[in-house]
Each structure stands twice: as structure tokens, then as C-alpha cells.
């Protein structure tokens, strides 16, 4: 029996891909990047092209969902606090809102990725690497298009995200995935926290959300619509 699919637009290097992979979907990616390490059939193009190309010829139909996470440096909290203090705050285009105009239009269940901070996103779940057992924190915000599920309850963090803040060390259970120095967390730390195994690259790690995350909602959406109305849209 055939997997429904799933279109994982801005895929990076596929932590997203991983955990619908594992949840029971076929997956296509798409990124402006080559990403040779992305473990799936992919297409190097621009996301927002490639969706209104699919839109327009009809080619959208064949999928089941669409998930999409895309550069979150325009609203990221990092982007606007720490990370603009190390100069990597300059400016970045926001697509969020032309692409949840293209997936309106496209009519497919969709789900939107982006981090804490001020990105535009519609928060209907957020997730934290807590949830599932995970070695960092990561909290993720998704809005659901066509679709809904239950918010999982957020589980007390065990202490703090390991590093420097400000001046003083902090030590804790989980490490810091993202920027380089201050204590931040090495590719091998990445890899183990997040459970990615597939690339060694420090900057697909460190944009990288947890195949666990994926994983989950891509469960939670084939539960919620019947096995066969998925299928039907994928065929």
C-alpha cells in the first residue's frame, strides 16, 4: 500500500521530513539550497514558486498535506536579542504571510513551523523537546490549516538549557542548538539532543526541529482524517 504525500516545503536538511517519514508518509522536498544530505526525493527552487507552479497546473492535488518552515530570522527571538548583539540581526524578508495566502488557495491541510518570537504565525500547537524526552528545549510553534488537534500539555523543564548567560555558566540537561561559542552545544551534542543522525552540517543542525515533533503531528493528522480520504488525495 502507497503512503500518502507530503510536500515539505523549505526542507533544509529534512528533521521535519524524518519524523513524517516515520509517521507514515512518502515525502518530496523542496529548498532554494542543494541539500544533499536530505535523505528524500527533493526539487532545489524557490518554495513560493514551486507551490504557485503545483497550485496552477493542478500538481497540488496529489498531495495529502503540506508542511512548511520557512527562514524564521525575520521574527526569531534570537534574531532580534541575541543574535543581533553577535551582528547576525541584519535584515530578512518575512514569507510567511504570501505563503499561507498560496497554501489558502491551494486548498490542501497545511501546517506552518516557526520558533518563538514575533514571525506571524497563528500558534495552534506548540511543541518543546521536553514533550518527547529530548536533550533540548526547541519550543516550536505551528499553525494548522484544514485541520486540528489537541494541545499536548507542556511538561516542567528538568533545569536550564546548558551555557553562558551573561557572563555566568549555567549547567543543565539540555544543550543550546543553535549560534557557536558560549557554551553552545557541539555537532555530536546536536545530533544525540535531537535525535539526527543523517547530516554532520552545524548549519542544517542548528535550524534543524526534531523528527520527534514531526513525527507526532504527522500521527495525530492521519488519525484525525480517515486512512482512505488520505489516499485518495495522494493518488
Given at each position: 500500500?502507497?503512503?500518502?504525500?507530503?510536500?515539505?516545503?523549505?526542507?533544509?536538511?529534512?528533521?521535519?521530513?524524518?519524523?513524517?517519514?516515520?509517521?507514515?508518509?512518502?515525502?518530496?522536498?523542496?529548498d532554494i539550497?542543494?541539500?544533499?544530505?536530505?535523505?528524500?526525493?527533493?526539487?532545489?527552487?524557490?518554495?513560493?514558486?514551486?507551490?504557485?507552479?503545483?497550485?496552477?497546473?493542478?500538481?497540488?492535488?496529489?498531495?495529502?498535506?503540506?508542511?512548511?518552515?520557512?527562514?524564521?530570522?525575520?521574527?526569531?527571538?534570537?534574531?532580534?536579542?541575541?543574535?543581533?548583539?553577535?551582528?547576525?540581526?541584519?535584515?530578512?524578508?518575512?514569507?510567511?504571510?504570501?505563503?499561507?495566502?498560496?497554501?489558502?488557495?491551494?486548498?490542501?491541510?497545511?501546517?506552518?513551523?516557526?520558533?518563538?518570537?514575533?514571525a506571524p504565525?497563528?500558534?495552534?500547537?506548540?511543541?518543546?523537546?521536553?514533550?518527547?524526552?529530548?536533550?533540548?528545549?526547541?519550543?516550536?510553534?505551528?499553525?494548522?490549516?484544514?485541520?486540528?488537534?489537541?494541545?499536548?500539555?507542556?511538561?516542567?523543564?528538568?533545569?536550564?538549557?546548558?551555557?553562558?548567560?551573561?557572563?555566568?555558566?549555567?549547567?543543565?540537561?539540555?544543550?543550546?542548538?543553535?549560534?557557536?561559542?558560549?557554551?553552545?552545544?557541539?555537532?555530536?551534542?546536536?545530533?544525540?539532543?535531537?535525535?539526527?543522525?543523517?547530516?554532520?552540517?552545524?548549519?542544517?543542525?542548528t535550524e534543524?526541529?526534531?523528527?520527534?515533533?514531526?513525527?507526532?503531528?504527522?500521527?495525530?493528522?492521519?488519525?484525525?482524517?480517515?486512512?482512505?480520504?488520505?489516499?485518495?488525495?495522494?493518488?
Amino acid at each position: 500500500m502507497s503512503r500518502p504525500l507530503l510536500l515539505d516545503l523549505f526542507c533544509c536538511a529534512g528533521g521535519a521530513a524524518v519524523g513524517y517519514h516515520r509517521a507514515g508518509f512518502e515525502v518530496h522536498g523542496v529548498d532554494i539550497a542543494p541539500r544533499p544530505n536530505y535523505p528524500f526525493p527533493r526539487e532545489q527552487g524557490d518554495a513560493l514558486a514551486v507551490l504557485e507552479r503545483l497550485i496552477s497546473t493542478g500538481g497540488i492535488d496529489r498531495y495529502a498535506v503540506v508542511h512548511a518552515s520557512p527562514p524564521c530570522q525575520d521574527g526569531c527571538t534570537l534574531t532580534v536579542g541575541t543574535n543581533r548583539s553577535q551582528g547576525w540581526g541584519r535584515e530578512h524578508v518575512q514569507l510567511i504571510p504570501a505563503l499561507r495566502e498560496l497554501l489558502e488557495r491551494a486548498g490542501v491541510p497545511f501546517v506552518i513551523e516557526q520558533p518563538n518570537g514575533r514571525a506571524p504565525v497563528r500558534t495552534d500547537l506548540r511543541l518543546c523537546g521536553e514533550m518527547f524526552g529530548l536533550g533540548v528545549l526547541r519550543h516550536r510553534n505551528f499553525e494548522l490549516g484544514g485541520w486540528s488537534v489537541a494541545q499536548l500539555a507542556h511538561v516542567p523543564h528538568r533545569g536550564r538549557v546548558r551555557g553562558w548567560r551573561h557572563g555566568q555558566w549555567f549547567d543543565g540537561p539540555y544543550v543550546a542548538a543553535y549560534g557557536s561559542g558560549g557554551g553552545k552545544a557541539t555537532v555530536e551534542e546536536m545530533q544525540a539532543a535531537m535525535g539526527i543522525t543523517w547530516t554532520s552540517t552545524r548549519e542544517e543542525l542548528t535550524e534543524a526541529i526534531p523528527p520527534a515533533y514531526t513525527e507526532w503531528i504527522g500521527r495525530a493528522f492521519l488519525a484525525r482524517v480517515p486512512a482512505a480520504a488520505a489516499m485518495e488525495t495522494a493518488a
